[in-house]
């Protein structure tokens, strides 16, 4: 008896970064095992991105109230068609479809669950505070309503689990740590190399240091641009042949802003700004990089970390990445703080350690990657913690929890 699941989210926009991303690769997994997934979203129905999602998409928009995307055609549709899903799965928080999802759900017999994707983080609270403020004029009859009567909200990892708690004194939910990951890249190396280098020859025979995802504050871009420029100054012949890849959409203040930077730290020559890439050409981004870099002041998960191990690709990470540990524990990567002086500590180590030694960490980053972030991994443990919580019982219980791999335990 397969289970019926609905994902909501504020957009299937694959430019919004790693939740949508994480969705679909999970609903793929659970499709696959038996389980019809489903989508909702506040998108506009005649949005390009909606006609291209890979799932059956309800798109309730367009929407309106700025980045909070109000749309009243969600809460009536909830209600009604809420018997057609054993379970919704709301993705993300601070957005109207949150909240829609309390509204028309609370008190009935449809059970929720929660991925907060690392918004309740207080990194936000210290480097936003008038937001913050706003939040909390919000958060007693908003979200804290949402967490509290869910029958369960999913952490990726026990810092997020640690780190939610510490946004709001007003803060009461069943908490439950699942696995997270992505899908293994497909075996097409070569194909995928060729996609990428047809765009970018220059890229063919060089040392390239990749940053893929949202260009964004948090990421910590501006400690690249800034850390790559003075070990360049001060060891030239250690960066001769190096190239700074920056794959994601660069078009906004932040991007445009962050390029200025470049030129005027003198990094230009060795920059090449991709924009978003997908499919072929973002493996292929992975396949010729030689490391991956996220010095993030706050970072929940980071699917691009997991897609880069999972391409055999070490990365070089600040201890804000909330799967850092791991990272550490298995040596797959390097780990600094979140400041200038570390990720320029953390490009030294990369540049000055031995080919055999790094060729070794590609084939621990691999390593890592299949035992803690495989999307199996994730689809089980999302199924695990339905379970737990009594929404999958008897024969179907006894089935699911025998699929391939082991369930997994907290970490």
Not at 15 to 41: K, T
Not at 246 to 271: C, E, N, S, V, W
Not at 365 to 375: E, G, L, T, V
């Given at each position: 008896?397969?289970?019926?699941?609905?994902?909501?989210?504020?957009?299937?926009?694959?430019?919004?970064?790693?939740?949508?991303?994480?969705?679909?690769?999970?609903?793929?997994?659970?499709?696959?095992?038996?389980?019809?997934?489903?989508?909702?979203?506040?998108?506009?129905?005649?949005?390009?991105?909606?006609?291209r999602?890979?799932?059956?998409?309800?798109?309730?928009?367009?929407?309106?109230?700025?980045?909070?995307?109000?749309?009243?055609?969600?809460?009536?549709?909830?209600?009604?068609?809420r018997?057609?899903?054993?379970?919704?799965?709301?993705?993300?928080?601070?957005?109207?479809?949150?909240?829609?999802?309390?509204?028309?759900?609370s008190?009935?017999s449809?059970?929720?669950?929660?991925?907060?994707?690392?918004?309740?983080?207080?990194?936000?609270?210290?480097?936003?505070?008038?937001?913050?403020?706003?939040?909390?004029?919000?958060?007693?009859?908003?979200?804290?309503?949402?967490?509290?009567d869910?029958?369960?909200?999913?952490?990726?990892?026990?810092?997020?689990?640690?780190?939610?708690?510490?946004?709001?004194?007003?803060?009461?939910?069943?908490?439950?740590?699942?696995?997270?990951?992505t899908?293994?890249?497909?075996?097409e190396?070569?194909?995928?190399?060729?996609?990428?280098?047809?765009?970018?020859?220059?890229?063919?025979?060089?040392?390239?240091?990749?940053?893929?995802?949202?260009?964004?504050?948090?990421?910590?871009?501006?400690?690249?641009?800034?850390?790559?420029?003075?070990?360049?100054?001060?060891?030239p012949?250690?960066?001769?042949?190096?190239?700074?890849?920056?794959?994601?959409?660069?078009?906004?203040?932040?991007?445009?802003?962050?390029?200025?930077?470049?030129?005027?730290?003198?990094?230009?020559?060795?920059?090449?700004?991709?924009?978003?890439?997908?499919?072929?050409e973002?493996?292929?981004?992975?396949?010729?990089?030689?490391?991956?870099?996220?010095?993030?002041?706050?970072?929940?998960?980071?699917?691009?970390?997991?897609?880069?191990?999972?391409?055999?690709?070490?990365?070089?990470?600040?201890?804000?990445?909330?799967?850092?540990?791991?990272?550490?524990?298995?040596?797959?990567?390097l780990?600094?703080?979140?400041?200038?002086?570390?990720?320029?500590?953390?490009?030294?180590?990369?540049?000055?350690?031995?080919?055999?030694?790094?060729?070794?960490?590609?084939?621990?980053?691999?390593?890592?990657?299949?035992?803690?972030?495989?999307?199996?991994?994730?689809?089980?443990?999302?199924?695990?913690?339905?379970?737990?919580?009594?929404?999958?019982?008897?024969?179907?219980?006894?089935?699911?929890?025998?699929?391939?791999?082991?369930?997994?335990?907290?970490?």
């Open positions: 008896m397969p289970l019926r699941i609905l994902h909501v989210i504020s957009s299937v926009n694959p430019q919004g970064g790693g939740p949508i991303e994480g969705l679909v690769q999970l609903a793929r997994v659970n499709g696959r095992h038996g389980h019809h997934i489903e989508v909702a979203s506040l998108d506009d129905p005649k949005a390009e991105w909606v006609q999602c890979p799932l059956p998409c309800h798109a309730m928009g367009p929407s309106h109230i700025g980045k909070y995307r109000y749309s009243p055609r969600l809460v009536p549709w909830l209600q009604a068609n018997h057609r899903y054993d379970v919704v799965i709301v993705n993300g928080i601070w957005q109207y479809h949150a909240f829609a999802v309390w509204r028309a759900l008190g009935t449809t059970p929720y669950f929660v991925y907060t994707h690392g918004m309740l983080d207080p990194w936000f609270k210290r480097h936003y505070p008038l937001k913050h403020l706003k939040k909390w004029l919000f958060w007693p009859w908003g979200d804290y309503r949402l967490l509290r869910a029958a369960a909200v999913l952490f990726t990892s026990e810092d997020e689990r640690r780190l939610a708690r510490q946004s709001f004194w007003l803060y009461r939910c069943k908490e439950v740590v699942v696995n997270y990951g899908s293994v890249p497909p075996d190396a070569d194909a995928q190399r060729r996609a990428f280098l047809s765009r970018f020859p220059q890229l063919a025979d060089t040392r390239n240091l990749l940053f893929l995802g949202r260009l964004h504050e948090k990421k910590g871009v501006d400690l690249l641009l800034q850390a790559l420029a003075a070990v360049r100054t001060r060891q012949a250690l960066t001769e042949g190096v190239r700074l890849v920056m794959a994601g959409p660069a078009g906004d203040d932040y991007g445009q802003r962050m390029q200025q930077l470049a030129t005027q730290l003198g990094l230009d020559d060795i920059t090449v700004w991709t924009g978003m890439v997908s499919g072929p973002k493996w292929g981004a992975f396949r010729c990089a030689e490391a991956f870099a996220l010095p993030s002041h706050q970072e929940n998960f980071g699917i691009s970390v997991a897609e880069s191990l999972a391409c055999g690709v070490p990365v070089l990470i600040s201890n804000q990445v909330n799967i850092w540990r791991e990272i550490e524990q298995d040596r797959a990567g780990v600094g703080d979140d400041t200038q002086a570390a990720t320029e500590a953390l490009l030294l180590q990369w540049l000055a350690t031995p080919v055999a030694e790094w060729q070794a960490m590609r084939t621990q980053a691999q390593a890592c990657f299949n035992a803690r972030f495989h999307i199996d991994r994730a689809a089980e443990s999302l199924i695990h913690a339905m379970q737990q919580q009594g929404l999958v019982q008897g024969p179907q219980a006894d089935t699911l929890a025998s699929q391939p791999g082991p369930l997994p335990t907290p970490r």
